[in-house]
């Protein structure tokens, strides 16, 4: 079957780094993605990845391994404004998305 | 600024009522879709429609159905509502070959159902 597993709560500190896991199990693969749902808003595209390896973007990076089926997201600087769910979705061979259920990162001072 | 916009936030139906949630992208996009979330679970895909006219079955497409006459806008109808349907209803929409590319999520619809 088809999974995406992540970690149901986090908590750091402000101005500290997390590291979200999101674990994924796919029939065929085309791509990680990864979104972020402040509470009562709609979900945002944080990042894509399709290849091996970090991409950047600002205080967030996304990283994939296609061999382990494993990808994070890696906030730094953390700031308050970052509490929210974070949500990993994989792509399957069909273009369709499969959800986790969502990280809820919590920001304390 | 793109963007998707869902007629109600929020809506309190009767078991047995019959349901229409709307929603309109103005971003020419292709792709629309509906999904459902629910805590602890993903998102999950209800119906999807590739062009107008089109529509495609989900994850989850019992006890609902979809309307697409115009690009821009994708209709999600309950046609008897039930209390298991309480939930919140999320419409995207994203340019490209199936899902490809960057979902844009309207703000959602929460319905309660009685």
């Known amino acids: 079957g088809q999974n995406i597993d992540q970690p149901t709560e986090m908590t750091a500190t402000e101005g500290a780094i997390v590291q979200i896991n999101c674990t994924y199990q796919?029939?065929?693969?085309?791509?990680l993605f990864w979104y972020q749902q402040h509470a009562g808003e709609a979900p945002t595209f944080l990042s894509y990845?399709?290849l091996d390896g970090l991409e950047e973007k600002g205080r967030f990076s996304s990283f994939l391994s296609r061999s382990k089926g494993y990808s994070y997201l890696l906030l730094k600087e953390l700031q308050m404004k970052d509490s929210a769910s974070y949500l990993c979705?994989?792509?399957?061979?069909?273009?369709?998305?499969?959800w986790g259920a969502g990280t809820k990162l919590i920001i304390k001072p | 600024d793109v963007k998707v916009t869902q007629s109600s936030r929020y809506l309190v139906k009767r078991t047995g009522e019959k349901v229409f949630l709307e929603c309109v992208q103005d971003?020419?996009?292709?792709?629309m879709f509906w999904y459902r979330q629910d805590p602890g679970l993903g998102l999950r895909l209800i119906y999807f429609?590739?062009?107008?006219?089109?529509?495609e079955k989900g994850d989850i497409p019992e006890g609902y159905s979809v309307s697409r006459e115009k690009k821009e806008r994708f209709s999600l109808i309950l046609e008897s509502a039930s209390t298991n349907q309480t939930s919140m209803y999320l419409c995207?929409?994203?340019?490209?070959?199936?899902?490809?590319?960057?979902?844009?999520f309207g703000e959602g619809s929460r319905l309660t159902v009685l």
């Open positions: 995207a929409s994203s340019s490209g070959t199936g899902e490809i590319g960057e979902l844009f």
């Open positions: 971003m020419d996009h292709e792709n």
């Open positions: 429609s590739y062009d107008v006219k089109m529509k």
């Open positions: 796919t029939s065929g693969f085309n791509g």
């Open positions: 990845n399709v």
């Open positions: 979705a994989g792509m399957d061979s069909n273009y369709q998305l499969i």
